[in-house]
C-alpha cells in the first residue's frame, strides 16, 4: 500500500500509527497498530476519533492485514469486529462496506489496498468541497459557533464544519470562533482550540451552558456543526449538545448548520429516531482524564446517563452542507438526500 498522511493517522513504509487524541493537546504520541484489537481498542478509547477518521483507520488497517497475509475469511471477521466498535458513526460502516465488496474479488488483496487507497483520498476531496460550500455562506467579520472537533483531526482532509471556518479564515481573514468546551470529553477545549491556535484563526474557549447567553447578546452570528449521521429526512446525530445549540439558534433567529460529506448519509434510516445512540461509560460524566491525569469528582456510586449523541430534527437546520451542494428545508422536504445517493 501506498504511504497516506493525514494529521492524525499515518501509513508510511508499511506501518500504520494513529495519533493519540485523548492525549492532546499537551502530548503527541502516536500508536502503532498491526491488528485488529488494538484498532478497537484505540476506537473505543477515542484516542482514533471523528466519524470519517473512524472509518479511515479502519481501512487501513484492513488493507495492512490482507497485504501481510490475511485469509479472506479472518479478514471478514476483522471488517464485521471493527465495524461493531461505534454503531451511530455511518462512516465506519460505509468503508466497511466498500472492503466487504472487495474481498469478494478474485485478487481480493489488491481490491481491498485499493479501496482503502481510494477512500483515504476520497475523504481529503470531500473535504475540499465542503470547506468550498460552506465558506461561502460566511461573511466578513462573523462570529462563528462550534461544537466538539469536526477538523483535520477528525478527516484525512481540512475536515467538515471547521474545515468551513478555516477556509472562510483564509477568504476573509478575520473570523472569529466561539469553541464550546464539549463536555463530557472535552473535544472542543482540547482539540478544536488546538487546531485554531495551529491554524491562527482567533478563538474564544466557552463552557456549553453558555451559548445561550452569547446568542442572546448577539454576539453569534452562525453555527456549524457536524455530523456522524443524517438520515433520510435531513434528521442528524452529532456529538451530544448539538441538538441544544439548534434549538438556541432556532429561538435567537440564528443561522444553523450541519456540514458532512455524502458518506454521512444513511437514507436505509428514515428519521432520526431510528439511529442508534452510543452509550458509554459512566466514568467519563463522573470525571475527567486525558494527559493532564485523573479527576473523579461525583461520587464513585453515582447513576449517569452518558448517551455520545443527540439527534437534531430537519427542522431546525437552516442548511445542510454537503460536498455535493448546500440543500435546504424545500430540498430536503423534496427527498433530496435519497436523490444523491440512489
Known amino acids: 500500500m501506498q504511504d497516506l498522511i493525514a494529521s492524525s493517522i499515518k501509513y508510511q513504509q508499511g506501518t500504520l500509527t494513529v495519533l493519540d487524541q485523548y492525549l492532546l493537546p499537551h502530548q503527541q504520541h502516536w500508536h502503532v497498530c498491526n491488528d485488529v484489537e488494538t484498532m478497537k481498542d484505540l476506537i473505543l478509547t477515542l484516542k482514533i476519533r471523528g466519524a470519517p477518521l473512524i472509518g479511515l483507520g479502519a481501512s487501513l488497517l484492513v488493507a495492512h492485514l490482507a497485504e501481510q497475509g490475511m485469509s479472506q475469511s479472518a479478514l471478514a471477521v476483522a471488517i464485521d469486529e471493527l465495524e ?120 474564544t474557549l466557552i463552557c456549553d451552558n453558555m451559548a445561550a447567553s452569547l446568542m442572546a447578546a448577539g454576539k453569534v452570528d452562525k453555527i456549524f456543526v457536524g455530523a456522524d449521521r443524517i438520515a433520510a429526512n435531513g434528521d442528524f446525530a452529532n456529538k451530544v449538545g448539538t441538538y441544544n445549540l439548534a434549538v438556541l439558534a432556532h429561538f435567537h433567529n440564528i443561522p444553523f448548520y450541519v456540514v458532512a460529506p455524502l458518506t454521512t448519509l444513511d437514507t436505509q434510516t428514515a428519521c432520526g429516531a431510528n439511529i442508534e445512540i452510543e452509550q458509554r461509560s459512566p466514568n467519563e460524566v463522573r470525571g475527567v482524564s486525558g494527559s493532564f491525569g485523573e479527576a473523579i469528582w461525583a461520587p464513585t456510586n453515582a447513576k449517569v446517563y452518558n448517551p455520545a449523541f443527540d439527534v437534531t430534527p430537519a427542522s431546525l437546520v437552516t442548511g445542510w452542507v454537503l460536498d455535493s451542494g448546500v440543500y435546504n428545508q424545500s430540498d430536503i422536504e423534496q427527498g433530496i438526500l435519497k436523490q444523491l445517493i440512489s
Not at 463536555?183 to 478563538?203: C, D, K, N, S, V
Request: proline residues 2%; negative net charge.
Open 84 to 203: 461493531a466498535t461505534r454503531p451511530t458513526a455511518v462512516n465506519l460502516m460505509h468503508c466497511m462496506a466498500k472492503l466487504r465488496l472487495a474481498l469478494v474479488e478474485t485478487d481480493y488483496v489488491a481490491a481491498v489496498v485499493s479501496t482503502a487507497e481510494q477512500l483515504f483520498k476520497e475523504d481529503i476531496a470531500l473535504c475540499d468541497s465542503m470547506a468550498e460550500r460552506g465558506a461561502a455562506l460566511v461573511d466578513k467579520g462573523d462570529n462563528i459557533l462550534t461544537h466538539c472537533n469536526t477538523g483535520a483531526l477528525a478527516t484525512a482532509g481540512v475536515g467538515t464544519a471547521l474545515g468551513v471556518i478555516h477556509k472562510a479564515q483564509q477568504r476573509h481573514g478575520d473570523i472569529h470562533v466561539w469553541v464550546d468546551e464539549t463536555r463530557p470529553l472535552l473535544q472542543g477545549g482540547r482539540l478544536t482550540a488546538f487546531e485554531l491556535e495551529r491554524w491562527q484563526i482567533p478563538y
